[in-house]
């Protein structure tokens, strides 16, 4: 049976977005926030506005939270809110660590709830496409119930298994890469600064490279699932020059080398365990205290 009635708990931007992606997609929806004035627009739209976190999640079948961070979401969930919840389920789209979820899951089983974690991996203006990515962990039951719901947001759900710290836990992962990665682009946009060369142009050619290398990165996803550390694409004693030069590089530049510093520190250990002779994706086991 097709949920008609949704709580959205939490107006930021992204709750915000959810609300009116339902409202779109013709669910009834009640919303809540601690600053009332944010629930303006959506009302307008058609929202139902509630009166505190409570009222709105007793009308709903079934309820979203997007709020700041663990602590206010903690402040929202009194008893009275984890009442109405009695027998329903909430997406908690609130960024939890993985110890954080697993404890909102516990508590929502002793109140009666069904607890999902949620990860979204785009901005808010990326919301409800095809190729919307969101992160998703819990029950698969109420995950297949609630798959209305989830279509709103968008298009590639991608469910982890039923642990309720398994969205957090992958989110952290994706997050690892996208800052580390951010991290270096702008590094490397500061070099070319320093050195009066085209950052625009740096940025068409990184846009031009990253499908090529999101194929390298899945490709050193399956040397660390398999085990196999021969080498098949990308020795890591290849990285290991190439970072002490680019650390090199910064620091004749005059430019903050802390970041390439670490990365060249992190290979030179992996060089000095004795895997030059392997894949660069080894590191990972000097990561995990492996050598």
Known sequence: MKMKSIAVIGLGQMGSTLARLLLDA??????????????????????????????????????????HDHGAAAEIMTPNA?????????????????????AAAETAQR????????????????????????????????????????????????WLGERATAAPTMD????????????????????????????????????AMSPSFGEFLQHEANVVAGGDYSISQSPLSI???????????MRAAGLDASLTGAIAQLLERANAAGYSGEELAAVTKVIRNQG
């Not at 009166?51 to 079934?62: G, M, Q």
């Not at 990285?239 to 590089?249: F, G, K, L, N, Y």
């Open 111 to 158: 109140h009666g709830a069904v607890y999902l974690s949620g990860a979204i991996q785009v901005a808010p203006e990326q919301m409800g496409k095809p190729d919307t990515t969101i992160l998703l962990s819990g029950p698969r039951a109420t995950v297949d119930r609630a798959q209305t719901v989830l279509a709103a947001f968008g298009g590639n759900i991608a």
């Open 172 to 207: 952290l992962a994706t997050l690892s890469f996208v800052y580390g990665a951010t991290s270096g682009f702008l590094q490397g946009a500061a070099l070319l600064q320093q050195e009066g060369l085209d950052v625009q142009r740096y940025g068409a050619i990184v846009q």
């Open 239 to 249: 990285s290991v020059d190439a970072t002490r030069r680019i650390h090199h590089a």
């Open 26 to 67: 013709g669910f009834e929806v009640h919303v809540w926030n601690r600053t009332p004035g944010k629930a303006a627009a959506l009302a307008e739209a058609g929202a139902k506005v509630a009166a505190s976190a409570a009222e709105a999640l007793s009308r709903a079948e079934f309820a979203v939270m997007c709020v």
């Open 82 to 102: 984890w009442r109405a919840l009695e027998g329903k389920a909430l997406l908690q789209f609130t960024t939890f660590s993985p110890q954080e979820a697993a």
